[in-house]
């Protein structure tokens, strides 16, 4: 997980979130395992990411998409490990309200992504 944090950093300096977004909705072979297996971190990541980026609309969008999947993932039992994890954090939710209140407060500033 620290490669994928240092990677994060990385393109956020440069400026180049909206590539990593892509780059992690179709990950090469190589980083798919970690991203499997940090389901979790890597969405939080990813939001956190975005929302200082000012893609507040990408963010929005992809804290929903977090919470469909966790509906929609789950098991017979009622669980499902990693997203009943991710729509348990405090964090998932505090940006999810963060970005649907600038989206309504400052719609200027939404770049047209989604």
């Known amino acids: ?15 180049r979130q909206e590539e ?8 090469p072979a190589a980083l798919l395992d970690k991203i499997e297996q940090n389901v979790v971190e890597v969405e939080l990541l990813l939001l956190e990411s975005n929302r200082d980026d000012g893609l507040w609309n990408d963010t929005y969008d992809a804290a929903m998409m977090c919470l469909t999947a966790a509906v929609e993932k ?5 669980t499902n490990s990693q997203y009943a994890t991710l729509v348990k954090s405090w964090k998932l939710w505090r940006i999810l309200l ?12 939404v770049k047209a992504n989604s």
């Open 74 to 78: 789950v098991d017979g039992h009622g």
């Open 98 to 109: 963060e970005v649907e209140q600038l989206r309504k407060v400052e719609p200027k500033y």
């Open 20 to 27: 990593l977004n892509g780059l992690w909705a179709r990950p």
């Open 1 to 15: 997980m620290r490669d994928l944090r240092f990677m994060a950093q990385i393109f956020r300096l440069q400026k």
